[in-house]
């Protein structure tokens, strides 16, 4: 399936707009920032020692590398579907977890 999200890798990017101080935006794989909102936990501007909002920042730009690897535990368990009864268990437990994630990520 093609990606309809700007492809990864993804990375946080620190800026300054509006006089607000350091923001955290998101940067593509062409360094462009291409997610430039304020990841704003409510307690005002968002800087480089706001913790939460640095680490909400490193989440979202580790999104694409997530739904890779979902997709890839989702290749992998559909091919130990053709084994023994314990591969098939554990293949029905591992798309349990992935399916709802990459459907989320990309529906």
């Known amino acids: 399936m093609k990606a309809k999200h700007t492809p990864g890798p993804w990375e ?3 800026y300054c707009e ?5 923001q955290l935006g998101i940067k593509g794989k062409d360094r ?13 501007c968002p800087n ?3 913790v939460e909002a640095n680490a909400n920042a490193k989440l979202i730009a580790a999104a694409p590398d997530l739904l890779n690897a979902c997709e890839k535990i989702k290749t ?14 554990i293949a029905g437990e591992l798309l ?7 459907k989320k990520a990309t529906e």
């Open 18 to 22: 509006n006089g607000c101080g350091a």
């Open 96 to 102: 349990l977890i992935v399916n709802p994630i990459i």
């Open 48 to 50: 480089e020692t706001d």
């Open 76 to 89: 992998l368990a559909n091919g130990l579907l053709d084994y023994g009864e314990v591969d098939q268990a």
């Open 32 to 44: 462009t920032l291409f997610w430039n909102y304020r990841i704003y936990t409510g307690k005002g």
């Open 12 to 14: 946080v990017s620190q």
